[in-house]
């Protein structure tokens, strides 16, 4: 079974500070990591994919396979990052995203 | 495009009736799911189609749940009859790539309560 986890429900963090979003997974082949950003009153949407290894809004996510985590991070937080944060897996061959259950990021200005 | 349509968006009611949850996908995505969001549980898939027909309902909690597609351009989610424990946000989302690729596009959401 892949389960996704999401230890912190709620993180804040003043303006200009470090953020990082941590996520665990369980699973036991190669999996591809997500995560995926709801901002007050817009829609889930995605954020980034481990396979890109791309910088979004500031934000990167790296895939530890050996401490199955792919945290998300940014240097320097700003307002406008404020929002639900939600790690995603998607199993090989498959088309079922399971996620984490969130944190709200807060930052505080 | 104005991405994936859901109706109602919020619609309360009391227990025993009928709901029925409507989605429009993004024109041109061959894939739609219905995902259940609750405190206790996060999101849950329901169910899922693809090319109007349905691949995976595992998801789905019980009878009471039905959802169809008759067309590319419509879903409903159906519930008979609500009971409180139905209270949620119930997402549609479509993709493009049979969401094989994790990315998914997000209605606003229909929150649901049964009084």
């Known amino acids: 079974a892949q389960r996704v986890t999401q230890p912190e429900k709620l993180l804040s963090v003043f303006k200009g500070a470090p953020v990082e979003l941590k996520c665990n997974y369980s699973?036991?082949?190669?999996?591809?990591l997500f995560w995926y950003v709801q901002y007050s009153r817009q829609r889930l949407q995605l954020l980034l994919r481990?396979?890109s290894r791309e910088s979004i809004k500031g934000f990167t996510a790296d895939l530890n396979k050996g401490e199955t985590s792919f945290h998300l991070k940014k240097p320097f937080a700003q307002e406008e990052d404020s929002a639900m944060y939600y790690c995603a897996l998607l199993g090989a061959g498959s088309y079922q995203l399971t996620f984490g259950k969130g944190t709200k990021l807060s930052v505080i200005p | 495009d104005a991405g994936v349509i859901q109706s109602p968006r919020h619609e309360v009611t009391e227990m025993g009736q009928e709901v029925t949850l409507r989605c429009k996908p993004i024109?041109?995505?061959?894939?739609l799911f219905w995902y259940r969001q609750t405190m206790m549980r996060g999101l849950e898939l329901l169910i899922y189609f693809n090319n109007n027909v349905p691949i995976d309902d595992s998801g789905m909690p019980e009878d009471r749940f039905s959802a169809k597609m008759p067309n590319a351009s419509f879903s409903t989610l159906k519930i008979q009859p609500s009971e409180p424990r139905d209270s949620a946000v119930y997402f549609c989302a479509s993709s493009i790539t049979g969401g094989r690729t994790g990315e998914l596009f997000f209605g606003e959401g229909s929150r649901l309560t049964v009084l």
């Open positions: 024109s041109g995505h061959n894939s």
């Open positions: 481990h396979i």
């Open positions: 699973y036991s082949g190669s999996p591809e």
